[in-house]
């Protein structure tokens, strides 16, 4: 099976879709039981198959909250058996974070939050995870951050970028007014914005909220920020950098001694597209990328950094 680069520090290898449905629900009928010591069990065979944290975070820790959620919307249990993972989730994620150590510090300081008046907090800490193993410091605040401490926060620990996650749609008011408190301070900070309420709305635009990026998910949020790092740190203009990330895939293309047909077929995209990206003349998509990374035997890193 091919070597997947994403969790620096540990060699990781991508999950056999038969053994992530299987730990999947073993985790998850451990932790309805209440048995929390199988629920590890569990995380410890997905760490000794070499899944990377992504995966064990969204594909199998995710999945029984959701699941008590949608027990607990319809009634079937009571807010306690969500409490409960979610708090057995909290500590796990915490052993995790020590098995999944960086191996690169990228020299950037990001900020990650839940918004004002959103309790809602595991999306958020898996998204700053995922941020400190791609090299990132992270402030990590947790829920309902009131919007004036953020920015005075921000406007102290001068952090490169400011993440932040909104799940309810109620808390959706707060997230304005946290972004237009941020782009007071003078230079205003990168604001990215993800979470249930806004990366599941097809019309949600960065500008809608003022901020500068939204991330669809937790993983798009770390190569988005690398992105939006990579311009900071050297001034780039969203062209010089189409340009560079066209060159680098046309580069690796010939490497590999493929033609433009041949990477359009191995990454399901089509040959025109492949060429407009080449020439840096196409503001490619997170999900082209990946798919590109991926039929080059790369990572998204390989092809954006500078
Ligand atoms: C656990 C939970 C709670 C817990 C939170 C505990 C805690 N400490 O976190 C408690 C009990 C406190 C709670 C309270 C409430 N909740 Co609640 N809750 C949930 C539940 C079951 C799971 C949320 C969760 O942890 N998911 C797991 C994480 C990993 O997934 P995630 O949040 O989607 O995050 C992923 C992505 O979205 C993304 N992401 C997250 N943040 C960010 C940020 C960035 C930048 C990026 C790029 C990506 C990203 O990455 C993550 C990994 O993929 C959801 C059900 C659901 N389907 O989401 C309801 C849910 C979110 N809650 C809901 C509601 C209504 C409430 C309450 C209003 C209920 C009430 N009447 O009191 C209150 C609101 C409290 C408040 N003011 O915020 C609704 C929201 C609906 C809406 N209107 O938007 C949901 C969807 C349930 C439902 N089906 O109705 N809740």
Known sequence: MAEFNT??????????????????????????????????????RALALNWDLKTIYVDLMRHPILLVGEMWDRGEVSVAYEHQITQYTIQEMARLRREFRPDQHLG??????????????????????LLRQAGWEVDFLGADTPAVDLTDF??????????????????????RTTVENLKTIDPPPTVMIGGRAVSFESDSTPDLWGADAIASDAFEAVVIARTLAVGVEGSDSIADLLSRIGGRIRASRLDAGMNQAELASGAGLDRTYIGAVERGRQNVTMAALLRLADALGLSIDDLISK
């Open 108 to 129: 950037f300081r990001a900020v990650v939050t839940s918004v004002e008046g959103d309790q809602h907090v595991v999306g958020a800490l898996m998204v700053a995870d």
């Open 7 to 44: 969790s620096a520090g540990r060699a990781t290898t991508r999950a056999d879709p038969k053994d992530l449905n299987r730990l999947r629900d073993e985790y998850t009928e451990a932790l309805m039981a209440g048995n929390e010591r199988a629920a590890s069990a569990a995380i410890d």
């Open 154 to 175: 921000v406007r102290e620990r001068k952090q490169d970028l400011v993440v932040l996650s909104v799940t309810s749609r109620e808390s959706l008011g707060s997230l």
